[in-house]
């Protein structure tokens, strides 16, 4: 059984910084892509950063320069590390692991708060 568990999300001021990760189990890892998605209430769910193999990445436009994301294929890992934050990235943040339309799974979503 596939699982994918968030964690680091949390409260954090303008301009600070919080890392999430995704632990991942029961599925061959690497050859997964993995992304990060958000949600922010009244929103529909947007692609934020996706990682493929071990280095290929893309950003959405409106975190590029301040969100980077990694992946730890031994640890079946993949973090997003996510600098100078800002009040509009507040949202539930997702994890992601697709392989297929067949092999596409969700995490069960961590909450980042931006707010002073």
């Known amino acids: 059984q596939v699982q994918l568990v968030e964690s680091g999300g949390g409260l954090v001021q303008p301009g600070g910084s919080l890392r999430l990760s995704c632990a991942a189990s029961g599925l061959s890892f690497s050859l997964y892509a993995m992304s990060w998605y958000r949600q922010a209430p009244g929103k529909e769910r947007e692609l934020v950063a996706i990682?493929?193999?071990?280095?290929?990445?893309n950003y959405a436009d409106s975190v590029k320069g301040r969100f980077t994301i990694s992946r730890d294929n031994a640890k079946k890992s993949v973090h997003l590390q996510m600098n100078s934050l800002k009040p509009e990235d507040t949202a539930v943040y997702y994890c992601n692991a697709r392989f297929s339309d067949d092999n596409n799974y969700w995490g069960q979503g961590t909450q980042v708060t931006v707010s002073s």
């Open positions: 990682i493929r193999g071990s280095t290929a990445t």
